[in-house]
C-alpha cells in the first residue's frame, strides 16, 4: 500500500513538477536543478528527497506527455483519410517538440531506455508509429521505402531545427518540405 504524502510534501512535489516541467521545456533535460527547486519556491534538499536523480525527476514529468505522444497514433488510426491522418501526426508531434525542448530531447534520446515507464511507453509509441505508417503506405499515399527508422530521422532533424532556428515557426517550414518528399507520386 503507497504511504500518502503530507498536504505541505504533497504541494512541494506538485510545486517542484511544474517547475520542472517549464524550466526543461524552455531549456532542455539538461537544465539546472537549482533553477527548478528556486522557482518551485523550495530547497535543493526537498527536490533530492522526492526525486533522487535528475532521471527520476525526468520521468516523472514526462510520462504525462510521452502517454499523449502514444494516444497521438491511435487518435490518427481513426482519421478515415490515411494521408490526412500521418500528416496530422507528424505535425502534431513536430508540435509536442517545438512547444517543449525538453520533450523535444527525450523523445529522440535512447538515455532512458532502462526506465521501465518510459520504455513501455516508447514502446507502444513506435508501435503506433508504425501503424500510422503501414496504412498510409498500403493506401499507396506514403513512399514504399519509408520506415520507423526514417520517421526517428525525422524526429531526430525536427528536434535539431526547434533547438537551433532563431524562427519559432522553422520547423513548420521543413514539414511542408518533407512532406512533399514523402508523399507517393
Known amino acids: 500500500m503507497a504511504t500518502r504524502l503530507r498536504a505541505d510534501a504533497e504541494r512541494n512535489r ?10 526543461f521545456g524552455e531549456q532542455g533535460l539538461d537544465a539546472s536543478l537549482d533553477e527548478i527547486a528556486r522557482r518551485a519556491g523550495v530547497g535543493n534538499a526537498t527536490l533530492y528527497r522526492r526525486f533522487p536523480t535528475r532521471r527520476d525527476l525526468i520521468a516523472e514529468v514526462f510520462a504525462g506527455q510521452m502517454t499523449e505522444y502514444v494516444e497521438l497514433a491511435e487518435l490518427a488510426l481513426h482519421e478515415p483519410d ?13 508540435e509536442l517538440q517545438a512547444a517543449d525542448r525538453g520533450l523535444a530531447e527525450l523523445l529522440v534520446s535512447t538515455g532512458f ?20 505508417i503501414a496504412r498510409a503506405q498500403q493506401a499507396g499515399v506514403l513512399r514504399a521505402d519509408f520506415t520507423r527508422r526514417d520517421f526517428g530521422l525525422l524526429m531526430r532533424a525536427n528536434a535539431g531545427v526547434v533547438r537551433a532556428s532563431l ?6 517550414r521543413q514539414l511542408v518540405l518533407l512532406l512533399d518528399g514523402l508523399a507517393s507520386r
Open 14 to 23: 506538485a510545486a517542484l513538477l511544474a517547475a520542472a516541467r517549464e524550466v
Open 82 to 94: 490515411p494521408w490526412d491522418a500521418f500528416v496530422g501526426y507528424l505535425t502534431r508531434l513536430f
Open 113 to 132: 531506455d532502462d526506465d521501465e515507464r518510459l520504455s513501455a511507453l516508447r514502446t507502444a509509441a513506435q508501435r503506433g508509429a508504425s501503424e500510422v
Open 167 to 172: 524562427e519559432p515557426d522553422a520547423w513548420r
